[in-house]
């Protein structure tokens, strides 16, 4: 799990007014699970296709055998040097019909591939098609990513890790290799609740947080990353000759209020206001994409049976006017999720002693309070 004590609220930084679920995590929406497998080996030099290895893969499941009840969902791109997969469908569609996938950026195919294997495992038998969704970020300044060291078990095992409650944040799953404002990043969560009328729903965030440059972090408005400058804890960018600002980050949204694609367009959208407060401009060369679902509505399966009867298909969804605070929601979320990815995470050293360094939590409250 995440170290004790660790996350934002932990050392008494609060985002924004929202209240937070019971985890203050994207399992908080109602039957949502996360997985991780991590992966970690070797030490020292880099031997491609040895190691060092540091890397993994992260599930999330909107909800049990999705392919048979699909949600709602939207998409939107800050910054498209990267990769998720099936958000064409998505786009096309508006539903989301497997189960998400996070991981590194050469193990793509890879992870895509096993979560259709599941799936099919799952369904059992039958002529269908699906289009696995798989995010990713760059790890290579700690991984042998050209090591392709991520495999079908260990996608097996994020599916087997599945479960409610706590999410494990920092290092961990896809997450296991990242670095985010130049310290080690990660795997962040995060949730907000929120009151429409006399109902309550809940907004959950998860990223995959590897991009951004120090001197542009803020935390609540404040510059702690002028104030935790290199020379207070260095940054793996500079010990592997590399600009900062050159990775991504995924960020997916989950809610359980019923929304129409377009509305999740417009709460993934908003997410980029989450990225753009802690200081991430969505830099030429880092893909920031980012996926929301709705669990609010159910669909049927996708066309292609054949003699499916038809039926009348009702939706619901709050309207226009009331989405304010759900697109509040995603950004203090996002917000605190990539905080409490740098927070949660432990320095790690990688391929050829490059060492990304944690935030330390100690210095972060300084540079607040400064």
């Known amino acids: 799990m ?120 799952e369904r059992g038998e039958g002529a269908y098609w699906c289009l696995p969704v798989v995010g990713e970020t760059y790890d290579g300044l700690l991984n042998d990513i050209n090591g392709f060291h991520v495999e079908p078990a260990h996608v097996a095992a994020a599916f087997a890790a599945l479960a409610t409650g ?70 793996a960018h500079d010990e592997a000759a590399r600009a900062a600002g050159s990775g991504s980050i995924i960020v997916i949204i989950g809610t359980d209020a019923p929304l129409l694609p377009h509305q999740c367009d417009r709460l993934a959208q908003r997410a980029t206001l989450g990225i753009g407060r802690t200081g991430g401009t969505g830099e030429t060369l880092s893909g920031d994409l980012l996926l929301a679902f709705s669990t609010g509505n159910d669909l049927p399966p996708a066309a292609g049976v054949v003699d499916q009867p038809y039926d009348e298909l009702t939706l619901h969804a709050v309207p226009q006017s009331a989405q304010d605070l759900l697109c509040d929601a995603v950004i203090d979320a996002t917000e605190e999720a990539i905080l409490d990815a740098m927070l949660c995470a432990t320095t790690m050293t990688g391929r050829d002693g490059i060492t990304a360094h944690a935030l330390d939590p100690d210095l972060l409250r300084a540079a607040l309070t400064r």
Not at 25 to 48: F, K, M, Q, S, Y
Not at 169 to 186: A, D, L, P, R, S
């Open 2 to 121: 995440s170290p004790a004590g660790r996350r934002a609220r932990d050392l008494g930084i609060v985002i924004g007014g929202l209240p937070t679920g019971p985890n203050n995590a994207i399992t908080d929406v109602p039957g949502v699970r996360v997985g991780h497998c991590t992966l970690i080996e070797g030490e020292g030099r880099l031997v491609p296709g040895t190691g060092p290895v540091r890397t993994g893969v992260t599930i999330i499941e909107p909800r049990s055998r999705i392919w048979e009840t699909p949600i709602v969902a939207g998409f939107h791109r800050l910054n498209g040097n990267g990769e998720l997969t099936g958000t064409h469908w998505i786009r096309e569609s508006g539903q989301l019909t497997t189960p998400i996938g996070l991981t590194n950026s050469h193990s793509v195919g890879t992870v895509r591939d096993a979560i259709a294997a599941q799936v099919h495992r």
């Open 166 to 235: 706590p999410v494990a944040q920092g290092g961990v799953g896809g997450g296991t290799g990242m670095i985010c404002h130049e310290f080690k990043g990660g795997i962040g969560s995060s949730s907000r609740q929120v009151a429409l009328g006399d109902r309550s729903y809940t907004v959950g965030v998860l990223v995959q947080a590897n991009h951004g440059r120090r001197a542009r972090l803020r935390v609540n408005g404040a510059p702690v990353g002028e104030r935790i400058g290199s020379d207070v804890i260095p940054s």
